[in-house]
T-cell receptor, first 114, second 114 residues
């Protein structure tokens, strides 16, 4: 296993379009997290899954955002009707159940909304 | 609410100097975990260390050392004999005892000049 993979690495989209990102976690990790990082800031929590169940969502996650992890493996994060304020790096991480050994992060998907 | 403060936005040092990155946290939990992550220019967050609130022993790993002081709610990170490859953004983070509610600080950008 080569770690957490995210696809695409970069996405440029026009305002109002929908975008979808994919994350493939480390196979034995049952927790998967989505974070958003804007320039000069630390990552901000968006949501997390334990297996296929979405257990927590941040208030940052507006109705335009939806995340799924249908089979408890890979996850997708969709943003509908993108806005310029959605421009950020979207980070995915995975961990064992307790998360206490630290999260393993992917390289992120950089979204630019023009 | 949990909060992590990293007062130093940017630090520049010359190679071989020692440098300390400060981290101050706030939490109402009696059991919690503290982390440091490194984010090099490539963008991927790299886990460096985890400490739990019951263990105030300082830790040393090669050129890295960590000073956890519960009395001042601080978890500072020192790099000894810094190298150019240490140039990165360093994040301090805090989580609850079960690994949830993982909160990052704003990060400190370290530049090590040759």
């Amino acid at each position: 296993d080569t770690g957490v993979s995210q696809d695409p690495r970069h996405k440029i989209t026009k305002r109002g379009q929908n975008v979808t990102f994919r994350c493939d976690p480390i196979s034995e990790h049952n927790r998967l997290y989505w974070y958003r990082q804007t320039l000069g800031q630390g990552p901000e929590f968006l949501t997390y899954f334990q297996n296929e169940a979405q257990l927590e969502k941040s208030r940052l996650l507006s109705d335009r955002f939806s995340a799924e992890r249908p089979k408890g493996s890979f996850s997708t994060l969709e943003i509908q009707r993108t806005e310029q304020g959605d421009s950020a790096m979207y980070l995915c991480a995975s961990s064992l159940e307790t998360g206490l050994d630290g999260y393993t992060f992917g390289s992120g998907t950089r979204l630019t909304v023009v | 609410a949990q909060k992590v403060t990293q007062a130093q936005t940017e630090i520049s040092v010359v190679e071989k100097e020692d440098v300390t990155l400060d981290c101050v946290y706030e939490t109402r939990d009696t059991t919690y975990y503290l982390f440091w992550y490194k984010q090099p220019p490539s963008g991927e967050l790299v886990f460096l260390i985890r400490r739990n609130s019951f263990d105030e022993q300082n830790e040393i790993s090669g050129r890295y050392s960590w000073n956890f002081q519960k009395s001042t709610s601080s978890f500072n990170f020192t790099i000894t004999a810094s190298q150019v490859v240490d140039s990165a953004v360093y994040f301090c983070a805090l989580s609850q005892k079960d690994g949830q509610n993982f909160v990052f600080g704003p990060g400190t950008r370290l530049s090590v000049l040759p």
